[in-house]
């Protein structure tokens, strides 16, 4: 159904299209609602339905196959659970859950967790996803997004958000794929953030698969200044949770979903909102552990063992994180200057007061202002200890750095080696302009025996 030729061959029928699986849509998600929610003990119910018939022919089965008296205790619980929800000790009896660590069983919370997927019979929710996957595509083209618009999308839209109405993560997956494919689009973006959805957004369950779906739709919002600046007006608790639900996506989403949640930051960082919460909450830290434990890097075999799929996965891995690193630390850069500025106006009776930059406006970071930050930094010569390069020495982050230049020209198979080893330079080059940078640059970097590289040592 993701079909980007089909969106863009038939541009006039999928106009006329969209105002018909819209409106089946809300037929469908109104039914949705006022259905019970049976997937959370379906394997219940249907062990339950076989033992209806001929319980005494089930019994005998289960005997020949489970001897233990454990197995056949468990086989009963299982059935009593037709007739009566199970409790948290029963549940832990049942199927081995420690209570003392899950509120629920593993039957339940998979509903929540990774959901379902048959075809057959085709369920109400199953053509929701056929829908919203056909929708998908569509969602990026201007001329569509009025007729969109008209039919009250986001209403639609903030209806599969919510996982209690939908009652299939997977369902919600498919709109949070269609909620992204809309907020390339400044005017819906802006209006997404006002009427509340980056809260929808926070409300989605982790861990769960729709959750790589939340960073889909972060990393397209963080593309849009307007939206930004919104977000970073939005209550404190709210803005605070944004940046851990994309700290943890960081360190515990599925793959893709730490390459959105990683583009999110470097695309965010220019907002000294987003740069104080992301310090305050260790995340320097969290971003820097994406490449510390990959294969490539490993010192002993770098990659040897993976295939070529997997080789690129950590290729772009290293590359998207060491330019988030980049532009953090041109950030810093940014702001530190600017106080150094600031600072020095107060002393001067001839220039006007510089104002500060406000936290939810974004910093300028080209390559000319870089520049003259670095230049203007140097002049200055501050013996000052300055956190960012401190921390990112406690992290070791600077040889890791030189590890990465250096074992990058091995990579022959990876195009964009150069964009990386140049995010990689850059920080070092933010780095340099501190004694404690040129303390960790004069330091002996390990490499592999078999290495050829020269000029690193």
Not at 18 to 27: D, E, H, P
Not at 342 to 370: G, V, W
Request: glycine share 4%.
């Amino acid at each position: 159904m993701e079909d980007t030729d089909l969106a863009g061959n038939f541009k006039e029928e999928n106009a006329e299209m969209i105002q018909l699986m819209l409106s089946r849509l809300q037929t469908l998600r109104h039914d949705n609602e006022s259905s019970p929610n049976k997937l959370a003990f379906k394997h219940l119910n249907s062990i339950a339905e076989d033992t209806s018939d001929d319980t005494g022919k089930v019994a005998s089965e289960k005997m020949e196959t489970n001897d233990s008296v454990d197995n056949k205790k468990t086989n009963n619980d299982l059935i009593k659970a037709r007739t009566r929800r199970l409790s948290i000790d029963e549940i832990a009896d049942c199927f081995g859950v420690d209570n003392e660590c899950s509120n629920s069983s593993w039957a339940e919370a998979s509903t929540y967790v990774i959901g379902s997927h048959y075809i057959w019979p085709l369920t109400p929710v199953m053509q929701q996803r056929f829908i919203l996957q056909y929708l998908t595509p569509l969602g990026e083209y201007q001329e569509l997004l009025g007729v969109t618009l008209e039919n009250d999308i986001l209403s639609i839209l903030f209806h599969y958000l919510n996982i209690e109405k939908t009652k299939d993560v997977r369902l919600t997956l498919e709109g949070l794929k269609y909620l992204a494919s809309l907020l390339c689009h400044k005017k819906f973006a802006s209006e997404f953030v006002e009427r509340g959805g980056v809260q929808c957004l926070l409300n989605v369950p982790r861990p769960s698969v729709a959750a790589t779906g939340v960073a889909m739709c972060i990393y397209y919002l963080a593309y849009n200044t307007d939206a930004m600046e919104r977000i970073c007006l939005l209550p404190s608790p709210v803005f605070s949770d944004l940046i851990s639900y994309g700290l943890w996506l960081l360190e515990c989403s599925h793959e893709s979903g730490r390459c959105h949640a990683t583009i999110f930051f470097m695309l965010s960082f220019n907002f000294r909102a987003v740069l104080d919460l992301f310090d305050e909450k260790d995340g320097l830290r969290k971003l820097f552990n994406t490449i510390t434990t990959l294969d490539i890097l490993n010192l002993e075999d770098q990659g040897m063992l993976l295939n070529d799929d997997e080789l690129f996965a950590n290729y772009q891995t290293v590359k998207h994180t060491c330019l988030a690193l980049k532009r953090y630390f041109e950030a810093h850069l940014a702001l530190r200057v600017d106080s150094l500025k600031r600072a020095s106006t107060r002393f001067s009776q001839e220039t006007a007061q510089i104002d500060s930059i406000p936290p939810y406006k974004p910093l300028t970071l080209s390559p000319e202002t870089t520049l003259e930050n670095l230049n203007l930094l140097l002049e200055q010569s501050s013996r000052r200890k300055w956190n960012p390069i401190c921390e990112l020495q406690r992290l070791q982050g600077i040889h890791l750095l030189l590890q990465v230049v250096a074992l990058s020209c091995e990579w022959k198979k990876y195009s964009a080696r150069g964009e990386l080893v140049k995010a990689a330079m850059d920080i070092l080059g933010v780095a340099s302009v501190t004694a404690t940078g040129h303390q960790e640059l004069c330091k002996q970097v390990d490499l592999p025996e078999n290495s050829t590289t020269v000029g690193v040592k």
